[in-house]
C-alpha cells in the first residue's frame, strides 16, 4: 500500500468509507456475500453506463441491467412516418438524412423526430458545450467578419469626401453591416446541437439512430437497440462525452433519448454497487449487486422530482423485481404518510417486499427537519448523515481529526407525526465515480444523498448472505436487525443518527439468529390517532398529563398462510425507562389491532427535549431486542421575562459540532426575533449555523424557518432577524459548523418584538377608494414607519380545453390499473417583455401529499416553441418573455377519471413581475386621505398602543397595461422602521382591480354629434352595397366586382386601394405584378398629394370639423404609403425575377418584358417618394424598404429591415430571409446558429408531456 512521507499510509479506506459501517468485516468474513443475486433500483438523475466502476459485477455479470428515464424529459415523438426517396429522407431539421446501405428495413418506412441537445443536457454540461461552442464556432469567425466590415468601412471613407445619394446609402450599407455585427454579438445566443431522430423496425426489433453528425451522414452515427435488450449505448461526441442509451415505445411512435441529468445519480450507484477490479479499494459497499437505472430527475426542471417519474419509476422497480430500491431525493411535505407517491411507495414496500432505502434530508440541524419521503414515510428507512474521523482526513483533509459526529446539516427528526423520522446512519460523505460528461474520473459529494447509497449497499450485503442461504426475510425483519444492531454513538442525539450507525456484520448475524422466530417476518403498525408516535411540543400540550391511546397491529407479508394469521400468538413485555411515562406491562397481541394506553407527565421534565421509548419484546426471545418501539418525544419550551422578552447567554464554549437548543414560547403579541452573536475569541473565525423552526398543523416546517450559515470573524458579530409566530414553541439552535476548527467561545441574545396590523392581511378593492388598517405595538417601544409596495400583478386563467385520456403503457400500475392524464389549455397575452411566474394555486406546494399523481405545466409561444417548464414549486421557475401571445399546457394524472374530471375548469394564474414596484399613499386620518394632504410619517409606539392608516387608491395611469378586473395586484406590508424589522415583519397586500374610466372624445368633453345631413333610402342603400361588394373583392378572384364598381364610384378611394389589395395577395400575384403597379398608380391618383402635405405642415387646425378632417386626412396618407410600398415591391419583385441566383426572393415564372433599367429607375424614384412620408424603419413601409436594399445588393440593409420584419412578426418565412442574407453576407457562422435556432423555434408539434 501507498505510503505517504509521514509514514502513514494513505486512508483509502476513507474515501468511500466502509469500516464504518462493518461492511469491511463482513466482507473480509464471506467475500461471495458482495451484494450478488441483489438488484439495486437507483431512483435519481440517471446513471452513466461509461462511467468508471459501472460495466460489471464481481461475477461478471452485467452492472446495469437497464437504464429508463422515467420523466418524460428525454422522449421524442416520432409519430410521423415517410419513407425513403433515392436512398435518404427528409428529416424534421430540414436536412436530408442519407441511409446507410446496410440497414435493414423491410417496410422501408422510417418514423422520424427531432430533439434539441440542450432539452436533455445536464445543466452543468450545456454550460461547459455552449462556452466551447462560442470560443471554437462563434468567436474566431465572428472577430474576421468584424474586421472586414470595419476595413470596408474605413476605406470606404478614405476614398469618398463628397457624398452622392448613392454614396450616401453605400456607406448606410457598410456602417449596418459593421452596427449588425455588433447588434449580433450582443444577442448571441446558442441554440445548441439540434440532432434529427429516426426509428424503425428491422423485422426483429425496433431500432433507432440520432443524427449526432448533425449534417445528416447517418454511416457515421451509431444505431441502437432498447438499453435492456442489448446493453447499447453510445457518445454524442468527444466534446460532450455525454453518453445515451434509447427506449421506443408505442410502436414507434415515441423515442426516449436517456442521459443522466447531472453527476448525482452515478456517484450514488458507484458508492452502492461500484466495482472495479483492479483497483478494489475503489469498490462500492456492494461490488457484486447489479443496478436497475431508474431516471426520476426531470431535466426540463434541473432534474427536480416529479410525480410522474417516481410512480413511473416504482412501476419499472416492481415490474424487474427489485430487491433495494435507493432514493437519495426529497422535499418538505406538509403531512407525513399521506399522498399519492407515499401511497405507490408503501405498496411496493408492503407488497412486493422492495426495501426502499431514502436520504432523511439535508436541512439541519434543528428538530423535525426530516424530508418526504426519508424521514416521513413509515414503509421508508431514513438514513441520517454520519462523519467518521478517518473521512475528516481523507475526504476533506482536515488538519486534524475531530471525534465522529453527525454532519450539521444532516436532518434531525422526529417527524411531525410522531415517528423518530430517522431510522439509522450511515457516513454521508465520499469520493466515487462520476459521468464521463463531467471529465473527471471521481468527485467528493456529501449529503444524506451519500448516507443513503452506503446504508443501501450495506443492506445489499445482508440480502445477498440470506439469499445464499436461501433465508426468508421481509422488509420488516431486516429493518428490525438494523434497528436494533445498529451502534449509538453517545455524542450524539437520538433525532440525528436514529437508532445509530448500520452495522452490516450485526444484522445478518441478527437475522441468521433469529431466522425461525414465529416473529422474524412480521412487521407491526403503530398509530395513535392518525399519527405513529407522540409529540407534545405546545405549551397546551404540556399544561397537564395526557393519555395516549395507542393501536398495535401486526403486518403479514403479502401471500401469508391464513392459518398463520390464525396461529399468531405473542405474548409481549412492555418497557419504558423513562419515569415520565407509564405504560403497561404486557400486551396479549394476535391477528387484530390491540389498543393500549400511554401516559405522559411532562410536569419537572427541565427546559429542552426530552425522548423515550415504549418497546415491546417477545418474551420468547427477549435477547432479539424490541419487536417494535413506540416513540416519545416531549419539548418542554421557557417562558420569558415580560420585563424585556429576551434570553441572554454569556461566553458559551463550543467545540467543532457542537450545538446548542433553546425552545421558547414564543410571548403573545411577538412578531419577530432578533439574534446577535458576538466573538469572544481574539484567536480564530469560525462558522456557524443559526436555525429555528416553529411547527404548525399540516404546514411544512419550511413555511415558518429561518436559516443562516455565516463565518463568525475575530471578536466579530452578526445580528439576524426572522418571523415568528405569538404562542407556539420556536426551536431556535445555534450550531458550530461540524469542520470548524479549534473551541470558540461566543455571547448570543435572542429578543422579540411586536408589531400587529389588523387585519392580519390586507386586502384593498380599488372600489374603496380608502382602506383602514391598524398597528398595534405590543411588547415594547417600536417605531413604525408603515410602506405598502406592490411588486407582481396576477392574471387569472380559465382553460379553453381539457381533454382526460388514458396514458401509455409506462403508466400502467400493478395489477393493470391505468392511470389517466388530464391535459388543460390556457392562453394569455404578455403585454410587454417581462418575468413571469406560472403556477396552479390548488395544487401548488404539493408533491409527495399531492392527492393527484403529478401535475407539470409547459409553457408555449405562439410557434409551440416550449418556453419553460414548472410543477408543483412555481418560485423555481420563473420565465422572462417577450411581447406576445403564449400557450399554457397543464398535465395532472390520476389513477380515476372521475377525479380529474373535477378540474376540467381548474384556475391557473400567471404572476407577471413589475419592472418597477408600486407605492401605495399611507395616511394617518381618513379626512387627509380623502384630500390627498400630509402623508404618514413614521413614528414611535408605546407598548399596547395602537394607531390607524389609510391607504388610498392607486392612480388610474399607474395600472399595468393589460391588467385589468379579475386581475389583482400583489405585494408587502412593512410596518417597522428598523432594517432588521423590515426583513422580518411583512404582510401581505392584494389590490384587486376595477374597470378602466370610460374614454372620452376629444379631451374631457365630449362634443355633440352634428347632424348628419338627410340621405336618400335608395342613396343610403346604394353606398351599403358598394361597401359590401368592396369587402367581398379581396375574397375573390375575379375582377367583375371592381369592373362594375368603378364606373359607378370612380372617385372612391377604398374601391381602388382594395382592387390593389386584391391583385397584391393572388396566388398568381408573381404574375400580375405589371396590374399592381398600374393600381398603385391609380390608388396614388386619386390622392392630392398637394392638399395632404399642406394638412400635415399645419401645427393646429382650428375648423370646427377637425377632427372628421383628421380622420380622413390619416386615412388618405396610410393609403398613399401603402400604395408607394406596394408598388415599389412589386416593381423590386420584377428586378429579383431578372437575378434569381442571388436574391432572397426569386421565381422561374415568366418575366414581364420591360426594361430593367427604367423599372430600376421608377424603383428608385418610389423609394425617395416614400421617405416624404414615412421612414424607412416604419413598420408599412419594412417590407418595401427590405426588397428595395435586395435590389441594390446591399445585403446589410437589407438585414436590417428583415430583422425589424421578423421582430414585428417572427414567421418562419421572415426567419428564412434572414438566413439567406447573412449567407450572401458571407457571414456563415451566423447562418449556422440561425439554421440550428429554425427548428427550435418553430417545431413540428407541441412537446409530448
Not at 428598523?978 to 397586500?989: F, H, M, N, R
Not at 374610466?997 to 374631457?1004: I, M
Not at 386584391?1062 to 398603385?1080: C, H, P, S, Y
Request: hydrophobic share 35%.
Amino acid at each position: 500500500m501507498a505510503s505517504c512521507s509521514n509514514g502513514e499510509p494513505y486512508p483509502f479506506h476513507g474515501l468511500l468509507p466502509k469500516k464504518e459501517t462493518g461492511a469491511t468485516s463482513f466482507l473480509a468474513r464471506y467475500p461471495e456475500y458482495d451484494g450478488r443475486g441483489i438488484l439495486i433500483g437507483i431512483l435519481d438523475t440517471g446513471v452513466d453506463p461509461g462511467a468508471p466502476g459501472m460495466q460489471i459485477t464481481s461475477d461478471g455479470k452485467p452492472k446495469i441491467v437497464d437504464i429508463i428515464d422515467t420523466t418524460g424529459s428525454g422522449d421524442v415523438l416520432t409519430s410521423a412516418v415517410v419513407e425513403t426517396k433515392d436512398g435518404a429522407v427528409l428529416g424534421l431539421s430540414g436536412r436530408t438524412l442519407k441511409i446507410p446501405m446496410d440497414w435493414t428495413n423491410p417496410s422501408g418506412k422510417y418514423h422520424i423526430g427531432i430533439k434539441n441537445g440542450y432539452d436533455f443536457y445536464p445543466k452543468a454540461l450545456k454550460e461547459r458545450i455552449q462556452k466551447e461552442r462560442k470560443e471554437k464556432l462563434w468567436d474566431p469567425a465572428h472577430r474576421a467578419a468584424v474586421a472586414d466590415a470595419c476595413r470596408k468601412l474605413e476605406e470606404f471613407d478614405s476614398t469618398h469626401t463628397t457624398l452622392s445619394q448613392a454614396d450616401k446609402l453605400l456607406k448606410e450599407e457598410y456602417q449596418t453591416q459593421v452596427d449588425l455585427l455588433a447588434a449580433l454579438e450582443k444577442k448571441y445566443s446558442d441554440p445548441g446541437p439540434v440532432y434529427d431522430c429516426l426509428v424503425w423496425h428491422d423485422g426483429e426489433t425496433w431500432r433507432a439512430c440520432i443524427d449526432t453528425t448533425e449534417s445528416g451522414e447517418l454511416a457515421n452515427c451509431n444505431v441502437l437497440r432498447s438499453f435492456k435488450e442489448a446493453r447499447e449505448f453510445a457518445s454524442l461526441g468527444t466534446s460532450e462525452m455525454l453518453n445515451y442509451s434509447i427506449n421506443i415505445y408505442d410502436d414507434g411512435n415515441l423515442l426516449c433519448i436517456v442521459t443522466s441529468g447531472g453527476a448525482h445519480g452515478t456517484h450514488v450507484a458507484s458508492i452502492a454497487a461500484g466495482f472495479f477490479p483492479e483497483e478494489p479499494e475503489r469498490n462500492g459497499v456492494a461490488p457484486g449487486a447489479q443496478i436497475l437505472a431508474l431516471k426520476i430527475g426531470d431535466t426540463r426542471l434541473n432534474t427536480m422530482e416529479t410525480g410522474t417519474g417516481l410512480i413511473r419509476a416504482m412501476i419499472e422497480a416492481v415490474k424487474y423485481n427489485c430487491d433495494l430500491v435507493n432514493y437519495s431525493y426529497g422535499e418538505v411535505t406538509h403531512c407525513p404518510n399521506s399522498g399519492r407517491i407515499c401511497e405507490v411507495i408503501n405498496e411496493a414496500v408492503w407488497k412486493h417486499n422492495i426495501i426502499f432505502v431514502s436520504s432523511a434530508g439535508n436541512n439541519g440541524p434543528c428538530l423535525s427537519t426530516v424530508g418526504c419521503p426519508g424521514g416521513t414515510t413509515s414503509g421508508v428507512i431514513g438514513v441520517g448523515a454520519y462523519v467518521s474521523p478517518d473521512m475528516m482526513v481523507a475526504e476533506y483533509s482536515l488538519r486534524e481529526k475531530l471525534p465522529a459526529n453527525q454532519y450539521t446539516w444532516s436532518s434531525r427528526g422526529p417527524s411531525t407525526d410522531g415517528s423518530l423520522g430517522v431510522s439509522i446512519s450511515a457516513p454521508g460523505g465520499a469520493i466515487a465515480s462520476v459521468p464521463n460528461w463531467t471529465l473527471r474520473g471521481t468527485q467528493l459529494m456529501n449529503g444524506t444523498s451519500m448516507s443513503s447509497p452506503n446504508a443501501c449497499g450495506g443492506i445489499a450485503l445482508v440480502l445477498s448472505g440470506l439469499k445464499a442461504n436461501e433465508i426468508r426475510y421481509t422488509v420488516h425483519s431486516v429493518r428490525r436487525a438494523l434497528e436494533n444492531t445498529a451502534v449509538k454513538a453517545d455524542n450524539i442525539e437520538v433525532f440525528a443518527q436514529g437508532h445509530g450507525v448500520i452495522q452490516v456484520d450485526k444484522a445478518y448475524d441478527y437475522l441468521i439468529q433469529n431466522a425461525s422466530l414465529q416473529t422474524n417476518n412480521l412487521g407491526f403498525t403503530i398509530t395513535v390517532g392518525n399519527n405513529h408516535g407522540i409529540y407534545l411540543r405546545e405549551p397546551v400540550q404540556l399544561a397537564a398529563s395526557s393519555d395516549f391511546g395507542v393501536g398495535i397491529e401486526p403486518f403479514f407479508p403479502e401471500n401469508s398462510d391464513n392459518s398463520e394469521r390464525i396461529q399468531l400468538q405473542l405474548h409481549l413485555a412492555l418497557t419504558c425507562s423513562a419515569s415520565w411515562v407509564q405504560c403497561p406491562s404486557h400486551l396479549e397481541l394476535m391477528n387484530q389491532c390491540r389498543h393500549i394506553n400511554v401516559r405522559v407527565d411532562p410536569h419537572g421534565l427541565r427546559e429542552g427535549v426530552h425522548y423515550a421509548e415504549v418497546c415491546a419484546y417477545d418474551i420468547t426471545a427477549h435477547n432479539a431486542g424490541p419487536l417494535f418501539r413506540i416513540p416519545i418525544t416531549v419539548v418542554v419550551p421557557v417562558r420569558l421575562n415580560e420585563a424585556d422578552f429576551e434570553l441572554q447567554y454569556n461566553q458559551v464554549h463550543f467545540k467543532p459540532g457542537h450545538i446548542r437548543r433553546h425552545f421558547i414560547e414564543v410571548p403573545q403579541g411577538a412578531t419577530w426575533a432578533e439574534v446577535t452573536v458576538l466573538a469572544r475569541s481574539s484567536e480564530a473565525s469560525s462558522k456557524f449555523v443559526l436555525h429555528a423552526v416553529q411547527l404548525i398543523r399540516q404546514k411544512a416546517y419550511r413555511s415558518h424557518e429561518f436559516y443562516k450559515f455565516s463565518s463568525l470573524q475575530e471578536k466579530g458579530s452578526l445580528t439576524e432577524a426572522f418571523p415568528v409566530l405569538a404562542g407556539s414553541t420556536l426551536e431556535f439552535c445555534i450550531a458550530r459548523w461540524w469542520a470548524s476548527l479549534s473551541d470558540v467561545d461566543v455571547d448570543y441574545r435572542i429578543s422579540f418584538h411586536g408589531v400587529i396590523c389588523s387585519p392580519t392581511s390586507l386586502q384593498i378593492h380599488a372600489s374603496e377608494g380608502v382602506t383602514r388598517f391598524d398597528i398595534r405595538s405590543t411588547l415594547r417601544f417600536e417605531d413604525v414607519s408603515p410602506s405598502i409596495n406592490l411588486k407582481t400583478w396576477i392574471q387569472t386563467l380559465r382553460p379553453l380545453s381539457a381533454k382526460p385520456r388514458p396514458l401509455g403503457s409506462r403508466d400502467v400500475l400493478p395489477n393493470n390499473r391505468q392511470l389517466y392524464e388530464m391535459v388543460l389549455t390556457y392562453s394569455f397575452h404578455q403585454p410587454k417583455s417581462g418575468e413571469v411566474t406560472p403556477s396552479c394555486p390548488l395544487l401548488c406546494e404539493l408533491l409527495y401529499d399531492s392527492e393527484f399523481d403529478s401535475q407539470l405545466w409547459m409553457l408555449f409561444d405562439q410557434n409551440k416553441r416550449l418556453m419553460g417548464s414548472g410543477d408543483a414549486y412555481p418560485h423555481q421557475y420563473s420565465l422572462k418573455l417577450e411581447k406576445g401571445d403564449y400557450t399554457v399546457r397543464l398535465q395532472v394524472r390520476h389513477d380515476q377519471m372521475t377525479e380529474l374530471e373535477r378540474l376540467k375548469d381548474l384556475p391557473f394564474i400567471i404572476s407577471h413581475r413589475l419592472s418597477n414596484g408600486l407605492s401605495l399613499d399611507i395616511y394617518e386620518t381618513h379626512s387627509n386621505a380623502l384630500l390627498g394632504k400630509k402623508k404618514a410619517n413614521s413614528l414611535t409606539l408605546p407598548p399596547n398602543c395602537t394607531q390607524p392608516f389609510f391607504v388610498t387608491s392607486l392612480a388610474d395611469d399607474k395600472i399595468p397595461k393589460g391588467a385589468g378586473p379579475g386581475c389583482y395586484l400583489s405585494g408587502t406590508l412593512i410596518l417597522s422602521k428598523t432594517e432588521l424589522g423590515k426583513k422580518a415583519d411583512i404582510i401581505s397586500v392584494h389590490y384587486h382591480l376595477i374597470p378602466p374610466p370610460a374614454k372620452l372624445k376629444n379631451g374631457n368633453k365630449e362634443k355633440e354629434k352634428e347632424p348628419e345631413k338627410e340621405k336618400d333610402v335608395k342613396e343610403e342603400f346604394a353606398e351599403a352595397m358598394r361597401d359590401l361588394k368592396i369587402q367581398w373583392m379581396t375574397k375573390l378572384d375575379s375582377s367583375y366586382l371592381f369592373d362594375e364598381l368603378k364606373d359607378t364610384f370612380p372617385n372612391h378611394l377604398p374601391l381602388y386601394t382594395t382592387r390593389l389589395h386584391q391583385l397584391d395577395t393572388e396566388k398568381e400575384r408573381m404574375k400580375r405584378l405589371d396590374e399592381i403597379v398600374a393600381a398603385a398608380d391609380t390608388v396614388i391618383q386619386h390622392i392630392d398629394q398637394t392638399s395632404l402635405a399642406v394638412y400635415l405642415a399645419m401645427k393646429t387646425d382650428p375648423r370646427p370639423d377637425a377632427a372628421t378632417v383628421k380622420v380622413e386626412m390619416d386615412k388618405q396618407k396610410s393609403s398613399l404609403i401603402d400604395a408607394l410600398c406596394r408598388k415599389g415591391c412589386a416593381l423590386a419583385d420584377k428586378l429579383l425575377q431578372l437575378q434569381p441566383q442571388e436574391g432572397a426572393v426569386s421565381s422561374t415564372e415568366t418575366v414581364p418584358e420591360d426594361n430593367p433599367e427604367s423599372c430600376f429607375n421608377i424603383l428608385t424614384d418610389v423609394f425617395w417618394e416614400i421617405q416624404k412620408w414615412a421612414e424607412l424603419s416604419d413598420n408599412k413601409v419594412l417590407l418595401f424598404a427590405y426588397k428595395h436594399a435586395l435590389v441594390n445588393k446591399m445585403y446589410g440593409r437589407a438585414l436590417k429591415f428583415a430583422t425589424k420584419l421578423v421582430e414585428d412578426k417572427p414567421v418562419k418565412e421572415n426567419w428564412k430571409n434572414c438566413l439567406q442574407l447573412l449567407k450572401l453576407l458571407g457571414w456563415s457562422h451566423c447562418a449556422s446558429f440561425t439554421e440550428n435556432w429554425l427548428p427550435v423555434m418553430y417545431p413540428p408539434d407541441y412537446t409530448v408531456f
